[in-house]
């Protein structure tokens, strides 16, 4: 699906040259999609920065689920990108995260299972024995009563897999 240039409020955390590092709020969708044709962030980085229209997926290197905040990094140039892209392959560039999840966690871990679309409902991801490998790395920041206060850190980066 080709996006078209919206205009769009940015939270630019940082931009140069070669790249931006974009502030992702909260229920903004990062690319088109079925549901989504338009009102995205490559939307938005299309009227920013047109010449994002040659760079592979509007410079986008990483996205994060619609509804998690957090700074995402997009190249400005296809070099930049060819970069970027090999670096987060290579592990080069973590993606870290801190999130609440439900229950009280005794310590930190790793969670190894692989991942695919759920067998009934295809908008959600599940742990699947034939699925794609998907690794998450957490440690525990605080413990209340009902939560867990968490650092993750993905080896992988699989949809929804946080």
Same mark, same amino acid.
């Not at 060819?82 to 801190?98: E, F, G, K, S």
């Given at each position: 699906?080709?996006?078209?240039?919206?205009?769009?409020?940015?939270?630019?955390?940082?931009?140069?040259?070669?790249?931006?590092?974009?502030?992702?709020?909260?229920? &903004?969708? *990062?690319?088109? #999609?079925?549901?989504?044709?338009? /009102? !995205?962030?490559?939307?938005?980085?299309?009227? @920013?920065?047109?010449?994002?229209?040659?760079?592979?997926?509007?410079?986008?290197?990483?996205?994060?689920?619609?509804?998690?905040?957090?700074?995402?990094?997009?190249?400005?140039?296809?070099?930049?990108?060819?970069?970027?892209?090999?670096?987060?392959?290579?592990?080069?560039?973590?993606?870290?995260? &801190?999130? *609440?999840?439900? #229950?009280?966690?005794?310590?930190? /871990? !790793?969670?190894?299972?692989?991942?695919?679309? @759920?067998?009934?409902?295809?908008?959600?991801?599940?742990?699947?024995?034939?699925?794609?490998?998907?690794?998450?790395?957490?440690?525990?920041?605080?413990?209340?009563?009902?939560?867990?206060?968490?650092?993750?850190?993905?080896?992988?980066?699989?949809?929804?897999?946080?």
């Amino acid at each position: 699906m080709r996006a078209a240039p919206e205009p769009m409020a940015l939270d630019v955390a940082y931009e140069d040259d070669d790249l931006l590092v974009i502030n992702k709020a909260a229920g &903004l969708v *990062v690319h088109p #999609g079925a549901g989504n044709p338009a /009102g !995205t962030l490559m939307n938005g980085l299309l009227n @920013h920065a047109p010449s994002l229209e040659m760079v592979p997926r509007a410079g986008i290197i990483h996205r994060i689920d619609k509804e998690t905040s957090g700074l995402l990094l997009v190249a400005k140039t296809v070099t930049a990108h060819t970069a970027l892209v090999r670096l987060l392959a290579d592990r080069n560039i973590a993606r870290n995260y &801190l999130a *609440v999840c439900s #229950g009280v966690l005794t310590g930190g /871990g !790793t969670i190894n299972e692989p991942m695919a679309r @759920h067998p009934v409902d295809r908008k959600r991801m599940s742990v699947q024995r034939k699925g794609k490998p998907a690794v998450t790395h957490y440690t525990v920041i605080e413990r209340f009563r009902a939560f867990t206060y968490i650092s993750v850190k993905l080896e992988t980066g699989r949809t929804h897999q946080i």
